[in-house]
């Protein structure tokens, strides 16, 4: 398995902007692809973003789309989930984690290895 550590995570006003990253350590990093998943009080854990293994391939949730960016640096091991213009809305604890494939998926129960999480609180 993988051992994710999130950090970046804050208040923050609406329309501002945070960059989320999570360092990885474990299995190889540069295998896999990755996932960010954000859960507010109450509700259930729901995708953000994936990279595939190579970076290549993004996925997004229309939520996040032309807002979010995510992206990796194998070298680091380190993704990233660079969040702009954010909304009240957006605000959760945010989870990165590890697929068990090399191709992004949205589906939580693809991924097997979660970080313990960052908190975003966006305020109107």
């Known amino acids: 398995q993988v051992q994710l550590v999130e950090s970046g995570g804050g208040p923050v006003q609406a329309g501002g902007s945070l960059r989320l990253s999570c360092a990885a350590s474990?299995?190889?990093?540069?295998?896999?692809?990755m996932g960010w998943f954000r859960q507010a009080p109450g509700k259930e854990r729901e995708f953000v973003a994936a990279?595939?293994?190579?970076?290549?391939?993004?996925v997004y949730a229309d939520s996040v789309k032309g807002r979010f960016t995510i992206s990796r640096d194998n070298a680091k091991n380190t993704v990233y989930l660079q969040m702009n213009s954010l909304k009240p809305e957006d605000t959760a604890v945010y989870y990165c984690?590890?697929?068990?494939?090399?191709?992004?998926?949205?589906?939580?129960?693809?991924?097997?290895?979660w970080g313990q999480g960052t908190q975003v609180t966006v305020s109107s």
């Open positions: 990279i595939s293994r190579n970076g290549a391939m993004t």
């Open positions: 984690a590890a697929d068990r494939a090399i191709v992004p998926h949205t589906a939580h129960a693809f991924y097997d290895s």
């Open positions: 474990g299995r190889t990093f540069s295998s896999v692809a």
